[in-house]
Structure formats: structure tokens, C-alpha cells
């Protein structure tokens, strides 16, 4: 958050609020959108969601089916957008799969990249059917150069949250 204050040249009148919590998928953040989001006083929403959906035990259909993230994003941005808001949707990048096992000590995660892809097409069609903003942090840290993952293979590091910041920046008023 500190980085994205940063980018915004340190404006001290824009309240940046963190919702994301490690390991949750869509279906998790749907449970808490009235509480954690809908009830702050706030404009924006940078929805950055999916990661976890994609991962799970290999040869599975991740922790949240294809079906049901689809499902998910549809009530979460449909909500967002009659609350008001204007949402910004963020792509996701492929994790780690090498790093996570170590870091997690299980074999038999895994984050599919086809699934990512799946993911990735589904944002980019929604927010241009409902006419979202969209960073397009996927290819951004693909493009990056630096390592964008922290030990863990799955959330981003300090160069990876400066490229997200840079983006929302420049999308975001």
C-alpha cells in the first residue's frame, strides 16, 4: 500500500485500504464483501482475485471450479458496480509451482497455468463486457525482468507489487 501512496506522489487525502487476505479465493472474498469492502467509505476497488482459485491438488479443478470463480467474479463485480464503484480488475500471474512445493512443503499443489490462462481470458472479457478498468499485471511481470514472486512462488515481492502499483497508478484517478 505504502508503494501505491508512493505512486500517487504521497497524496495524504486518499484513504488506501488492504482487503486481500493470504490464502482466500473468490468464494472466501464473497462471504465478506458487505463487511470488508461495501461498508468502506471508498470509490475504487482494485479487485486482484484468483490466484488461490486456480491452485490446488494436482489434476483437480483448483479450490474453486472454473465454473464457480466465473460465478464468483460475476456477483463480485455486479455488486461493485451498483455499489458505485469503480473497479479496477487485475490479471494474474503464473506462480511458482518449483518454489511453492518447497516453501509449502507439498508436493502435490499446484497452480496450473492453463488455468491461470482460463482465469486471465475470463477477467479480460468480463471487464470489457462490463466496463471495468484492467491492469494487465500478467503480462507486465512477464515482460518485468526481475523475479516478481516472494519465496513462496505465489505472492509478489517488491518489485512485483512496484509494477502493480505503477499500473493501478496509472488506471486509477
Given amino acids: 500500500m505504502n508503494i501505491l501512496r508512493a505512486c500517487w506522489g504521497g497524496d495524504s487525502g486518499r484513504a488506501i485500504y488492504n482487503a486481500g487476505r ?11 464483501l458487505d463487511r470488508d ?29 472454473r465454473g464457480e470463480f466465473a460465478r464468483n ?12 464503484k469503480t473497479v479496477a ?3 494474474l500471474p503464473y506462480a511458482d509451482n518449483d518454489r511453492m512445493r518447497r516453501y509449502f512443503l507439498d508436493n502435490n499443489w499446484v497452480s496450473e497455468h ?27 511481470l512477464a515482460h518485468l525482468g526481475d523475479d516478481p514472486l516472494m519465496a513462496d ?7 512485483g507489487q512496484s509494477t502493480l502499483a505503477g499500473l493501478l497508478a496509472r488506471i486509477l484517478p
Fill in 22 to 32: 493470504s490464502g482466500e479465493t473468490s468464494a472466501d472474498l464473497k462471504k465478506r
Fill in 37 to 65: 469492502i461495501l461498508a468502506r467509505a471508498c470509490s475504487h476497488v482494485a479487485l486482484f482475485i484468483g490466484s488461490n482459485d486456480c491452485g490446488g491438488p494436482r489434476d483437480s479443478d483448483g479450490q474453486v471450479s
Fill in 73 to 84: 467474479m460475476e456477483y463480485l463485480v455486479g455488486r461493485l458496480l451498483d455499489a458505485g
Fill in 89 to 91: 480488475q487485475v490479471t
Fill in 114 to 140: 492453463e488455468r491461470v490462462d482460463d482465469a486471465n481470458a475470463f477477467i479480460r472479457s468480463q471487464s470489457q463486457r462490463m466496463g471495468t478498468l484492467l491492469a494487465y499485471l500478467a503480462d507486465a
Fill in 153 to 159: 512462488g505465489i505472492h509478489l515481492n517488491g518489485p
